[in-house]
């Protein structure tokens, strides 16, 4: 599935832009054909971030395998999403780069999230140019 994740992410014009770069990690729920049901963002360093990966997450539904027959189960995936250094301008892009940390506004989960039988996937590492 990381392979899948990796080809099925577009990064956004305006990630590319804000040179953004950062965590998500989102708790989903599939039922028994593998289709999410539930999709909550557990942490994310800016809001910019999630939408590309929740459009991704779209495409898996159905591709899901749940252990033992359940009804449900619940998935902790994280993706940590950063731009290839460029070779030249090293100076904008480490601007860029401040920038955007100075601006970026997480999403925090203020609440508990409950938590059946779950599990833990490899984080997803995706990585985009900022030419």
Known sequence: MTQFFKDSVTVSRQIIRAKANGVVVFKF??????TITKL??????????????????KKSSHKWIIPNHEKTHDFILSFSI??????TDVASAQEGLYNF????????SANQV????VTLLPTVVVNYKID
């Open 82 to 87: 950063s731009f290839t250094p460029p070779a």
């Open 101 to 108: 940390y100075q601006k970026h506004k997480p999403i925090l």
């Open 29 to 34: 729920t599939a039922d028994e054909k593998g």
């Open 114 to 117: 409950p938590l059946d039988n």
């Open 40 to 57: 909550v963002i557990f942490y994310a360093d800016d809001a910019i971030l999630a939408p590309p990966l929740i459009e991704a997450l």
